[in-house]
Nanobody, 116 residues
């Protein structure tokens, strides 16, 4: 499974961005996908997850009500709509896929920078 993120960039506080993650390869084996993020000097943290049926699983408390995860199975793509961004959302955002064989796959990451 290969994952490619896109959509990151620089945005002012209060603004919005939409991230995309396109999966390719053995996508039939994917059980669930998720977004994680890692800010400088901090460990990688879970942001939001979604099942292969397109049901959002859960969100980190810090993004509830502001971020929405969704999927387009026909395009093997998941999205992360991020609204009301603040400086604490600045991080590299990574796409993750979890397969039926319990394999973990990661994208290369996309930088999101929120200016205050």
């Amino acid at each position: 499974v290969q994952l490619v993120e896109s959509g990151g960039g620089l945005v002012q506080a209060g603004g919005s961005l939409r991230l995309s993650c396109a999966a390719s390869g053995s996508t039939f084996s994917i059980n669930a996908m998720a977004w994680y993020r890692q800010a400088p000097g901090k460990p990688r943290e879970f942001v939001a997850g979604i099942t292969n049926d397109g049901d959002p699983t859960n969100y980190a408390d810090s993004v509830k009500g502001r971020f929405t995860i969704s999927s387009d199975n026909a395009k093997n793509t998941i999205y992360l709509q991020m609204n009301s961004l603040n400086a604490e959302d600045t991080a590299v955002y990574y796409c993750n896929a979890w397969t039926v064989l319990r394999h973990d796959y990661w994208g290369q990451g996309t930088q999101v920078t929120v200016s205050s």
